[in-house]
């Protein structure tokens, strides 16, 4: 009976990998058919070489920092009060930050370009503006993320401590907090990278260069180098998630939690 | 000690209270502005615009009645539900079965940490990309129905093609499963050894163990991630957009062209069914709350 089980799991993890791995392989294989008759690198030299290729996804790398720096600035304070002097806004901020996942984005862009596309809050065009919207979709990410870097370390004893050094709030929150909870931080920050270079919605309604309304746009033109960037994009998320992985070894909050 | 801890705690009450205070507020209060700004109040437009006539701005319940006057209306929501049931239960499933065989199933430890990897970058993976990378391999020239016809088997000769129901809950599937594995795997960690030692000590089978049992603990949990699944598939847009050009409609397609002003576009009619997505939405995510509550009685 238990060799059975274990010929089992292999079946549904063999099953697993094949789902995982096909639809890379063969948009990977078909992205090296750019040259007729031999497989080749051709469409990924001319993605690279393609002006309009690097100013879109060099745009995305752009809001996605931006997002990045935002959501930091916005959130590790927060959450640290939260945690430290007014607990009593606990729940209306988790609520606040769990609605992203609940207000679909095709949603909330119409209710962004109908806010602000008409006097006083005429800033529909403005970059800033796509940039608040992406903090807001990584939000539900970055603020989990702080909050459980922050339930991981001592806060109260740590401010004390900066305190009676003589420590000012800026300092205790970007010399003292920021620095123990930077792991925490840095999980959010890939996530939110991720986020943002894989974002169509966004940027699309929003009128903004950015990588993947290039792709979508690109799918409809050609056919070999959209093949090559799904493949780059899915590089660039399995570097994000390596590097949340890499960072978090050891942290209290980690996935192998089996042993 | 005593003495000690007194003189720490009195050195920050020293200071005047109400000073204190209302720094704590002004410090949070970034986060509500901006949360304001650019989340509640334009999310707060939608409810108002789906009671509202598009040109004349009036009160009106004109928008909620069609949605339900339409056939096509409703329609798109049922098609939306339909796939987000299809893609939560069968992905459900597979990511259960798939997470069981990895935590517990006699497999090496490595295959663990790799599956929990690769479903970290699985289901991550969406919109554009995920919809490329099927096109490449279902589509009719795609790798596998290549390898197929030269078996002898054109599954397009026999009903399936990838641009239609079942062939996006194909491509659903693959951001579906992996976020299951990711959830689900901590509520398998609390399934404890000594339960299923116990039960064979006193001669269950292993049918009755998970009748008995396992599924008896695990049922909040699965059924609240898959609760979790619906929503992840209920919202989705890019994905269907990007294979199919918009041909299935989804109620997320639908919003898409009421609102981008097409001649046949009532913004009206948008902001309506966004309204009714965002219920469904609250539902599912309240079912998700109270299921995750009766399950920590058991996960520590």
């Known amino acids: ?259 | 000690m005593g003495v000690i801890e007194t003189v720490q705690r009195d050195a920050p009450k020293a200071r005047p209270a109400p000073n204190r205070r209302s720094w704590a507020w002004l410090g949070i209060l970034p986060f509500f502005l901006f949360a304001l700004m650019f989340l509640l109040y334009p999310s707060s437009t939608i409810v108002v615009r789906s009671f509202q006539n598009s040109s004349t701005h009036e009160f009106t319940f004109d928008n909620i009645l069609r949605l339900f006057n339409s056939q096509y209306l409703l329609q798109s929501y049922w098609i939306s539900i339909k796939i987000s049931l299809v893609t939560s239960i069968g992905g459900g499933i597979f990511g259960f079965l798939l997470a069981y065989s990895a935590i517990r199933g006699g497999l090496p430890r490595f295959m663990r940490s790799s599956l929990m990897t690769f479903c970290g970058v699985a289901s991550n993976f969406a919109g554009v990309p995920l919809a490329f990378a099927f096109i490449a391999l279902l589509s009719p020239t795609g790798l596998l129905i290549g390898w197929l016809r030269a078996l002898g088997y054109n599954p397009y000769f026999h009903g399936f093609t990838l641009y239609t129901f079942w062939g996006l809950s194909i491509v659903y599937m693959y951001f579906q499963f992996p976020l299951m594995v990711l959830v689900i795997a901590p509520a398998i960690d609390g399934l404890r050894r000594e339960w299923l030692e116990a039960s064979q000590n006193l001669g269950a089978t292993s049918l009755q163990y998970w009748r008995y049992v396992a599924f008896p603990i695990l049922f909040p949990s699965l059924l609240g991630t898959m609760i979790l699944l619906f929503g992840n598939s209920f919202g989705a847009f890019a994905t269907a957009q990007a294979l199919t050009g918009g041909q299935i409609n989804l109620v997320t397609i639908v919003i898409g062209s009421e609102l981008r002003g097409d001649v046949l576009g009532n913004p009206g009619t948008g902001y309506a069914l966004a309204l009714g997505m965002v219920v469904v939405m609250i539902l599912a995510i309240t079912g998700y709350t109270v299921l995750q509550r009766r399950t920590e009685r058991w996960i520590k």
Request: proline share 6%; charged share 10%; net charge positive.
């Open chain 1, 1 to 259: 009976m238990k060799r059975t089980g274990v010929v089992w799991s292999w079946f549904w993890m063999i099953l697993g990998i094949l789902y995982f791995f096909l639809p890379l392989l063969a948009t990977f294989i078909f992205s090296l058919k750019a040259k007729l008759g031999v497989l080749s690198f051709q469409a990924y030299i001319n993605i690279f070489s393609n002006q309009e290729f690097v100013y879109n996804f060099s745009a995305s790398v752009l809001w996605a920092i931006l997002t990045i720096i935002v959501g930091i600035l916005l959130l590790v304070p927060t959450a640290f009060l939260i945690r430290l002097r007014v607990p009593q806004f606990r729940s209306p901020v988790e609520f606040i930050t769990l609605l992203p996942f609940v207000i679909p984005p095709i949603v909330y862009v119409f209710g962004l370009v109908r806010t602000y596309s008409h006097p006083p809050l005429l800033i529909v065009d403005s970059p800033a503006l796509l940039v608040a919207a992406y903090t807001v979709l990584s939000m539900p990410y970055m603020y989990r993320s702080v909050d459980t870097g922050l339930r991981s370390i001592d806060v109260r004893t740590l401010t004390e401590a900066a305190q009676s050094l003589g420590a000012g709030w800026g300092t205790i929150l970007f010399r003292v907090i920021l620095p123990n909870i930077r792991v925490a931080i840095l999980s959010g920050a890939f996530l939110s990278f991720a986020i943002v270079i894989g974002e169509l919605i966004l940027a699309q309604y929003l009128v903004k260069p950015a990588f993947a309304p290039y792709m979508a746009y690109q799918i409809q033109q050609k056919a070999y180098e959209p093949a090559a960037m799904a493949i780059i994009s899915f590089a660039l998320t399995w570097i994000a998630m390596g590097v949340i992985q890499w960072v978090g070894r050891g942290g209290p909050a980690q996935v192998g939690a089996g042993h």
